[in-house]
């Protein structure tokens, strides 16, 4: 089934090893390594590889270059916060640690190229060199000069250089004003239903059959694909709730064949972890305590939003259940609501027992607010004695405070009335 | 394989397929300078004279070369100074600086390019100066040999012209165009710049110190000179070892230009550009489908590979997004169309997509909001859709505005490739109320 990768420059040992471990890649693979040529032939500036998260630009290309032996320095544009980084890990993966060392502190574009160029004289690529940026996107925030000159090193450096991009944004939105060198332009589709199929069920359990994992992934695809076709993600989230699938096999309860009880029995399970390790509400290690632990005593599964609420001191729930009031109700409203217990002060008006005194404390809990992201702060750095706040909180968050601190809200707003 | 050598001299068909690579990779990759550039002679000859001027008699003189990219600004120049070169005079005593503007990018690291350029990094030492004009009269004057009382005449090339008009005060080039109109030094200053306007850049006492001369590329060459130039361009060339073979390829390569669909995908790209470099880049892809068992270029390989040149990126990515997220999209599509165009935030978007929800008895999409967000944060991360404004801080996540940065005809064009699309799903994206 697997397509033969041909190419004359190249072993067909070597070519064979890739195609295997390029599943479902193999037109790609192939269009790459005609664009690529042999070892010692020119190939184009600069390519351009477009795609979804998970589509295996990262993994053809180190696949690829790693196989078969190219010369090549990789870069995350993540890790590379200066450029003097990308600097030092292309010379030091092309020319050693002498050429590295030879940049000054904070090397600007002309150093690289002056230092390459003295190095490439006297080592000339007998084969063509790859420089593989992924993330290519960063390249943007960057100095406005390093894309464009990037995309021409080739001529810059004169030396058999390709710079190869990869990033999920499309090329239209990378182009500077007056434009540049074009790259060209490869995109690598996203894998079909059938595809993911495929490549999911290789990470079989050793001790079941293949049939068996596959039938799991088609249930597995059934609930997520058409929430999610993120490879990653699928192969996380398979590999998490394998365990519970097997659990009634383990227990002797069914048969492997027994896809009916099974899907039964994993289903509700799955469309729990939608809401929860899918949305990293949760984190891996707590899902699959949950997993051991008996459904009796589980009982709510809490999520990362769930505790911002609980743990706020008294008068902290009040001085947010009063900004919502504050924030959402008309000004003028606030007499016909509020006539006997109000105190009116600049920052915002206080709903509770007249009892409650502005404290120093009370306004130091408006700051912790700010820092918990629950108000946003909306007057201007400067105005330091007149502060304006607002809420930043939904409706369901303050009406779930209300009540556990018996407040019933929704009888103080205006659009409820 | 056997290597016959015959006196005819043939070479094996996979050792005839590399040496075709290797010719027209140079080529198109390499920017291999032709033996004579086409369409350009007036221009060229213009070039070549001002150059001798300087290069020989001593003249000085400053030039820009203008011209959109990918037109053959710099081929233009590489081959006047390989003519150029071929006079003794000029060879023996002609200095080149070349300078790029996305490289040096401040008059110090120019400067000390320049420097490095023209040897005299010993001379200068550790010489302290007090101004650019000091500097640069240093070189010059370092560059007078023994006996002459001139100095050597330099090159000056400053590629991307345009970003050294961004320098404070613009020094480099006032120093430059100072010198070529004083007496000091022959000094050719040649420019190149993709940018039509790169005279208002100047400040004015840049501006008066030169010459004013530009040399233009805007060659509008007419389809059939099209037509002519992507045949030259994959040609081999007669100094090719195996005769037969290309004899056999410049024919099949005449036959390709004469097929009527490749004159329809010619047209095309002609028609959306006529520069040197997007021909390249699609003559790159015919040629990366030559092979041992495909040993011509096709008309098939020339449709395919039009076909790579103009294919629709987002149109690309919107074909791997989920079910979910293309709903979504759709929803969006439909607020586009009520609204006007206004923009819209997550809350609205997913009201739009209940009222679809609501109309079908089944419950298939119906999502909690975590998870409609999430989905939403993905479209934003892919920038198909964007924030009105940066300052994402003020408020909540699911009320920020954001405008979707896709056209109706892409979106629906989408769903016609959609694999598997649910037909109430395309339905909906069909229907005029939403």
């Not at chain 1, 600049?346 to 007249?354: A, L, Q, T």
């Not at chain 2, 007036?42 to 203008?66: C, D, F, M, P, W």
């Not at chain 2, 030492?125 to 240093?138: T, Y």
């Not at chain 2, 100095?151 to 005060?169: G, I, T, Y």
Request: charged residues 25%; neutral net charge.
């Amino acid at each position: 089934m697997t397509k033969m990768l041909q190419h004359s420059g190249y072993e067909e040992e070597r070519l064979q090893r890739v195609a295997e471990l390029l599943p479902c890649r193999e037109v790609q693979a192939g269009m790459l390594l005609s664009l690529m040529g042999q070892p010692q032939q020119c190939s184009y500036p600069s390519i351009f590889i477009y795609g979804h998260r998970a589509s295996g630009k990262s993994h053809v290309m180190q696949v690829l270059l790693k196989e078969l032996e190219l010369p090549h320095a990789t870069v995350s544009c993540v890790e590379c916060v200066s450029v003097a980084l990308l600097f030092e890990q292309v010379l030091l993966s092309f020319f050693g640690c002498d050429a590295a060392s030879l940049l000054p502190r904070s090397p600007s574009l002309s150093d690289f190229v002056r230092i390459y160029r003295q190095h490439c004289s006297q080592t000339p690529a007998k084969q063509t060199r790859y420089i593989v940026m992924e993330k290519a996107e960063l390249l943007r925030d960057t100095d406005a000069n390093l894309l464009p000159a990037l995309l021409r090193l080739q001529e810059l450096v004169d030396d058999n250089v390709t710079i190869i991009l990869l990033s999920e944004i499309v090329w239209d939105k990378f182009r500077p004003n007056t434009g540049c060198f074009e790259p060209l332009l490869l995109h690598f589709p996203d894998y079909s239903k059938g595809e993911l199929q495929q490549i999911l069920s290789q990470d079989k359990h050793p001790s079941y059959s293949a049939e068996f994992y596959s039938s799991y992934i088609n249930i597995l695809l059934g609930v997520f694909y058409s929430v999610c076709r993120d490879l990653r993600e699928l192969r996380h989230l398979a590999a998490l709730n394998f365990s519970k699938f097997c659990e009634p096999l383990a227990e002797g309860k069914v048969k492997e064949t027994d896809t009916h009880k099974l899907w039964r029995n994993i289903e509700p399970h799955l469309k729990k972890a939608m809401q929860t390790v899918y949305l990293r509400e949760v984190s891996s290690l707590q899902w699959e305590q949950l997993q051991q632990m008996e459904e009796r005593e589980c009982g709510a599964l809490r999520g990362l939003s769930a505790h911002t609420h609980v743990e706020l001191p008294y008068y902290s729930k009040f001085l947010l259940i009063a900004a919502y009031l504050a924030s959402y109700n008309p000004a003028r409203t606030d007499k016909r609501f509020f006539l006997k217990t109000c105190f009116s002060y600049k920052i915002n008006k206080f709903v509770v027992d007249s009892r409650v005194a502005p404290t120093a404390s009370i306004f130091s809990q408006i700051s912790s607010l700010v820092t918990l992201q629950l108000l946003t702060k909306v007057s201007h750095d400067d105005q330091l004695d007149a502060p304006k706040y607002k809420c930043a909180v939904s409706m369901d968050f303050i009406c779930a405070i209300s009540r556990t601190v018996n407040f019933e809200i929704i009888k103080y707003l205006y659009d409820f009335l | 394989m056997s290597k016959r050598k015959v006196k005819d001299d043939h070479l094996p068909v996979g050792e005839c397929i590399t040496q075709v690579q290797d010719i027209l990779r140079e080529r198109f990759c390499r920017q291999q300078l032709p033996d004579r550039l086409e369409g350009v002679e007036a221009q060229h000859k213009h070039l070549l004279e001002l150059l001798k001027r300087t290069a020989v008699h001593g003249e000085s003189n400053s030039v820009l070369i203008v011209g959109p990219r990918g037109a053959g600004k710099t081929m233009l120049l590489k081959c006047v100074l390989r003519d150029l070169l071929e006079e003794k005079e000029a060879q023996k005593n002609l200095l080149q600086v070349h300078l790029n503007g996305l490289l040096q990018t401040d008059d110090r690291i120019a400067l000390k390019e320049i420097t490095r350029q023209l040897h005299l990094e010993n001379v200068v030492g550790d010489k302290v100066f007090g101004s650019f004009a000091e500097n640069l009269a240093f070189l010059l004057e370092a560059l007078k040999k023994g006996d002459r009382s001139s100095s050597r005449p330099v090159l000056f090339v400053l590629d991307e012209f345009d970003l050294f008009a961004h320098h404070k005060n613009q020094t480099l080039l006032y120093n430059l165009f100072d010198v070529s109109q004083s007496a000091q030094a022959p000094v050719a200053v040649v420019g190149i710049t993709c940018r039509l306007d790169v005279l208002e850049l100047l400040e004015k006492r840049v501006k008066s110190r030169f010459s004013h001369r530009q040399i233009h590329l805007l060659s509008n060459p007419t389809f059939p000179q099209y037509l002519e130039r992507v045949r030259t361009q994959l040609s081999l060339p007669d100094r090719f070892p195996d005769q037969e073979f290309c004899q056999d390829w410049n024919d099949g390569v005449e036959t390709l230009c004469e097929d009527k669909s490749v004159q329809d995908v010619l047209q095309k790209h002609f028609n959306s550009s006529k520069d040197f470099r997007s021909l390249h880049m699609l003559l790159m892809l015919c040629l990366s489908r030559v092979s041992v068992s495909r040993p011509a270029i096709r008309p098939a390989d020339l449709l395919e590979a039009s076909r790579l040149c103009f294919t629709d990126s987002k149109a690309n990515m919107l074909h791997g997004l989920s079910i979910l997220e293309l709903c979504l999209i759709i929803a969006m599509k439909h607020l586009n169309d009520v609204y006007e165009g206004e923009p819209f935030n997550l809350q609205m978007v997913h009201n739009e997509f209940k009222k679809f929800l609501q109309r079908k008895s089944n419950s298939m999409y119906n999502f909690e909001q975590p998870v409609i967000m999430k989905a939403f944060e993905h479209l934003q991360q892919l920038e198909l859709i964007r924030p009105v404004d940066s300052t994402a801080a003020k408020t909540q996540r699911e009320y920020q505005l954001m405008r979707l940065m896709l056209d109706h005809s892409q979106i629906m064009e989408a769903l016609q490739k959609y694999p598997q699309c649910p037909t109430d799903v395309k339905q909906w994206a069909m229907s005029a109320f939403g």
